[in-house]
């Protein structure tokens, strides 16, 4: 049986649906802080937290677990800066938590949620896997120390990983069931398309004086359905016996706030208004990927990812459900 840790936020639930369609049995880990039961679809969800050992002991004592998928991480670059005490309690202790109860499970194979903010401000783009890993915040920070934790763990338990950074993960669902709902929202995508679902709300443009061509970040975009298919690819490297990896996800094509709000105003039809704001402690000004290991090694393709697309997806599920899952 598969677990997924944070199998009710927005990439697990995603994964889960992909589980339940290749008819893979698993069950969800999660405490709700973040996700939401609604988004678990007909998949089975033990509720308990990472930071709880109990709960996670419990877990392992009622279910046979081969291999772990772990989303249960807090992932806001500016709370991290804010409040690095909770993302290193959360990230990395609640991890530390979840590999000690695999290790005495005896359970040797997981796929880890990682992030393109380990690499930090980039010395070359695109971005390749040996990169060097500087994280310029607590949350890229949190993330690389849990890679070099699954590292040692490696070494001392045989646990094998695979890691997959992911760079901005975006758009919905294609078929309409799932989306991004966060509360509050703090990802490019969905902000612009509030601020043109709802008037009265603006889009907060955080800087606009990096060294880019128009001066805004530019971020690679990537759909969430090609992430869940990467994880989907994780899991059977892993069970055919595959080694410890680190994977990119990410298309190679980098498009800037501007361009992206461009976008969002051609799909949605609205004006979208834009109050330009200060630079968010941070932020690198330029992260793109290059995903030619995961695409030669796992097979690996980016087939949803077009940038318009992924904001219709988004456009339409935020359409569908105006309060979230709360509807």
Same mark, same amino acid.
């Given at each position: ?109 997981? *796929? ?5 903010? @380990?690499? =930090?401000?980039?010395?070359? #783009?695109?971005?390749? !896997?040996?990169? $060097? ?126 361009? *992206? ?5 051609? @799909?949605? =039809?609205?004006?979208?208004? #834009?109050?330009?704001? !200060?630079?968010? $402690? ?46």
């Amino acid at each position: 049986m598969i677990l997924v840790v944070g199998g009710a936020g927005y990439i697990g639930s995603h994964v889960c649906k992909a589980l339940r369609r290749a008819r893979e049995e698993h069950v969800i880990f999660d405490n709700l802080e973040k996700g939401h039961e609604r988004a678990t679809g007909r998949s089975n969800i033990f509720f308990g937290d990472l930071r709880d050992r109990v709960s996670i002991d419990r877990l392992f004592s009622e279910f046979e677990i081969d291999l772990v998928m772990h989303f249960a991480s807090y992932i806001e670059v500016g709370e991290s800066v804010k409040s690095p005490s909770q993302y290193y309690r959360n990230n990395v202790g609640g991890t530390l938590n979840l590999l000690e109860a695999m290790a005495r499970a005896k359970v040797d194979k997981l *796929v880890f949620s990682s992030t393109a903010a @380990v690499y =930090g401000e980039p010395v070359e #783009v695109p971005i390749t !896997e040996s990169h $060097p890993k500087n994280p310029t915040n607590p949350y890229g920070q949190s993330k690389l120390m849990v890679e070099q934790m699954l590292g040692d763990f490696g070494h001392a338990y045989g646990m094998r990983s695979v890691c997959l950074r992911y760079f901005n993960a975006a758009g919905a669902d294609p078929d309409g069931a799932l989306g991004e709902d966060h509360r509050p929202e703090t990802h490019l995508i969905p902000r612009l398309l509030l601020a043109a679902r709802d008037s009265g709300i603006n889009f907060k443009l955080f800087g606009t004086d990096y060294d880019t061509p128009d001066g805004t970040c530019v971020r690679d975009f990537v759909h969430v359905a090609d992430i869940a298919s990467a994880h989907m690819l994780a899991m059977e490297h892993l069970k055919s016996g595959g080694e410890s990896k680190a994977y990119n996800l990410g298309t190679g094509d980098g498009f800037s706030v501007r361009e *992206v709000l461009e976008v969002a105003r051609e @799909v949605t =039809g609205k004006e979208i208004p #834009v109050i330009e704001e !200060e630079r968010r $402690p941070g932020d690198p000004a330029r992260l793109v990927a290059s995903s030619e290991l995961i695409q030669k090694e796992l097979g690996w393709k980016h087939e949803n990812s077009d940038l318009k697309s992924m904001v219709e997806n988004a456009w339409n599920w935020m359409l569908e459900y105006p309060e979230g899952y709360d509807r």
